[in-house]
């Protein structure tokens, strides 16, 4: 709790003080979401892990803290206006982690980000190709890891197919790559299931599909 209010002291001065043209300081920006990030995935904060008791226990008195700064860094995002697309592709790793934190309500409020990342790129240059790649990349290492799941899935497939859908310029491509990640995603999850499957036919089918 001590760290999150000092990591909400750090937000604060970071709007109030280097934020305007003048005095952006893009380091202290990029310390801060990795920072943040590192908090919400962070072993002790992950309550799906603990028994019920426990798990009860750490609600009543702190709260689910994993939304708190979830919507913080959001929040944050936001408020970067021109600035994001200097944190791009560099911040769509640590949100993809951040995104595939087992909690709904988290996942809800910060995968929007990544359509604002996609508009961000593609307004600037007409694609969002630098975006599209790191995430494709990051997708591959993040599920072999033992991250995200069906849930997950589904809900970046309707959040960011209901994004695109409200810009005509994004439609079309954004429809594209939002199948694009879905179909590896299935595939990713299949593959990681069959790992340690002793039916070698099935689990060599999983890795054709994969290639």
């Known amino acids: 709790r001590e760290f999150l209010r000092a990591i909400n002291h750090f937000a604060t001065t970071l709007t ?3 934020l305007s043209d003048s005095d952006f300081e893009l380091q202290l920006w990029n310390n801060y979401f990795h920072l943040a990030v590192a908090f919400l995935t962070q072993d002790s904060l992950q309550l799906e892990n603990f028994s019920p008791a426990k798990r009860n226990s750490i609600l009543a008195k702190y709260g689910d803290m994993r939304a708190t700064i979830g919507a913080s860094i959001r929040d944050m995002w936001y408020s970067l206006g021109q600035r994001k697309i200097e944190f791009i592709p ?4 640590p949100i993809l982690e951040m995104t595939l934190v087992p909690e709904l309500e988290l996942r809800k409020s910060t995968i929007p980000i990544f359509f604002d990342m996609m508009l961000c790129e593609h307004r ?3 694609t969002f190709s630098r975006f599209e790649d790191e995430i494709l990349r990051r997708l591959d290492s993040e599920v072999e890891g033992g991250r995200g799941d069906e ?4 809900l970046f497939k309707s959040i960011l197919l209901s994004c695109c859908q409200s810009h005509p310029e994004l439609a079309k491509p954004g429809e594209d790559f939002v199948r694009l990640v879905s179909e590896l995603l299935e595939r990713l999850l299949d593959y990681r299931a069959v790992m340690n499957d002793e039916n070698k036919t099935y689990s060599m089918s999983c890795t054709v599909n994969l290639l």
């Open 90 to 93: 560099g911040m769509v790793g």
């Open 124 to 126: 600037l240059s007409g």
């Open 16 to 18: 109030e003080m280097f």
């Open 151 to 154: 849930q997950y899935m589904q």
